[in-house]
């Protein structure tokens, strides 16, 4: 997994071969082309199974550390907001130990309700959207 130390603020190519490096170099890299992109990070969900538990809590950790270093990024936290991913919800949802179509529209709609919520709770982030890849903000100025 890794440590949020792992991410090299400054040189992307001195990132840690670690989960932690090589997601922070993901990152990096796409704010190399573009500054003013937003980044929505998505948690894994809990899924009731204690083995598992641990790498999903150190994963949701370390997606909120990223967050932090990161400006326009924002956490889906699917471990605490989304249904719990046991058994039953499983036999609903999944088929062959992936996502079924359901599964798949329901988690569509979550990613859609909780990007719509933090853009709602943070409007001046993103007032400027429709700007970002131009040279412009809504001024008529350059940035």
Known sequence: MGEIDDIDIEDWHKNK?????????IIQRYKEIQPKA????MTMCDEGEKEKEENILKHRELLYKMSELFDNTYVLDFYKYAPKYDEEFKKKFYLGGHLNAAGYLLTAHMVESYIDYIIRHNMEDFKQ???VGTEFHNSGEKW
């Open 17 to 25: 071969k670690t989960f932690a490096g090589y997601y922070g170099q």
């Open 38 to 41: 937003k980044f929505f990070l």
């Open 129 to 131: 959207t429709a700007f």
